[in-house]
């Protein structure tokens, strides 16, 4: 649909532009041989006319840009998407969440938490990136027991924050949901350095996050667990069969 | 002209789909690494157009670069690096090593159909 659109707006472009040059040639025949007051008010009547072309165009290139962009994004979005679903492998979906971070969204550092079965063990940092130059403190380790209240506040309540804060370096807190259960975040530190602020249109992109990524890394283990059981299961099978 | 058929180096299976979905009118190959890349354009004398990423294991997007140019079996391909990479020097270094254009991730798919085309009416005024 997106495609039509734009497809559509191209179209209404290109006949703008076909009766901009319909008027600029009459009003050019206009002037030339114009004679009395009868040819000053056609012509007059005529740069009206261009005037109002020109404007639509100027309209219709500008909702052409705002169709591509959009169209973009939505590209990405069902990319993301797509990519995160394909897949019952837990380290490819964690894999997948890093490329989508990276590439789509510029993030530089960032880190994954994901919560642990066992009750107050503090979230696993299933994933952490960028940190060259030294691990953050909170992020040291194999699990985050708290320290950036923003964060600490997006795991409590499942809400999507955007930093930094007076108190938190993050520059993004973003839930991971499993149907109503919050299981973990995904923290942003810090972006690519061409890329200076997370964009108004990085929020959808965020929201998908939020929605799917945890799904997906909740499949993908089940399987995993569901799987290595059933292998299990089939070897004590031919152990007892003797094979 | 349009591109014969691209040739996507990448590491990332994510940006494979990317191209995949942005680029469906034109036939791609890909490539998880330089050396794969290489290997690719053995198999496929009509690539005519190469999107490659820079940060890559194996062999990365550079030295990639270097061995093609270095080759010189294929003055015709064009290249244009893709990548996280996006300080002025990266550019420049990428550009010096041979590449024809340089887009920084994260980008709008309408600067690469820019790209393209623009290196499609070059080479048609050729």
Known sequence: ?243 | MQPRKVLVVDDSKLMHKMYEVMLRQYPLVYALDGRQALDRLREHADIDLVLLDINMPNMNGLEFLAELRADGARPDLTVVIISTEGREEDTARGLEAGADAYIKKPFHSEEILDVIQRLEAKGSAA
Do not use: C
């Not at chain 1, 109002?52 to 069902?78: F, I, P």
């Open chain 1, 1 to 243: 649909m997106g495609l039509d659109l734009v497809s559509e707006l191209r179209a209404t472009l290109e006949r703008a532009g076909e009766l901009v040059r319909v008027v600029e040639t009459n009003l050019r025949g206009a002037s030339e041989g114009s004679e009395g007051a009868s040819s000053d008010e056609r012509v007059a009547e005529l740069e009206r006319r261009l005037a109002t072309a020109e404007s639509d165009v100027k309209e219709l290139a500008s909702r052409l840009v705002d169709s591509e962009h959009q169209g973009g994004r939505l590209m990405n979005l069902y990319v993301a998407t797509y990519q995160l679903h394909a897949t019952l492998d837990p380290a490819e979906v964690q894999a997948t969440i890093a490329e989508i971070a990276i590439n789509l969204l510029g993030a530089h550092q960032f880190v994954l938490l994901l919560r642990r079965d066992e009750e107050g063990e503090g979230y696993e940092i299933a994933l952490l990136e960028g940190m060259y130059d030294g691990v953050i403190p909170i992020y040291d380790g194999e699990t985050y027991r708290g320290g950036d209240p923003m964060v600490d506040q997006t795991l409590k309540d499942g809400v999507l924050r955007l930093g930094p804060t007076g108190e938190s370096q993050a520059l993004a807190a973003v839930p991971l949901r499993v149907q109503n259960d919050i299981v973990g975040a995904l923290v942003v530190l810090k972006l690519l350095d061409h890329k200076p602020i997370l964009r108004a249109e990085d929020r959808d992109l965020l929201d998908l996050l939020s929605a799917h990524a945890a799904s997906a890394m909740f499949a993908a283990r089940l399987f995993a667990t569901k799987d290595r059981k059933l292998r299990t299961l089939e070897s004590l099978v031919k152990l007892a069969r003797g094979e």
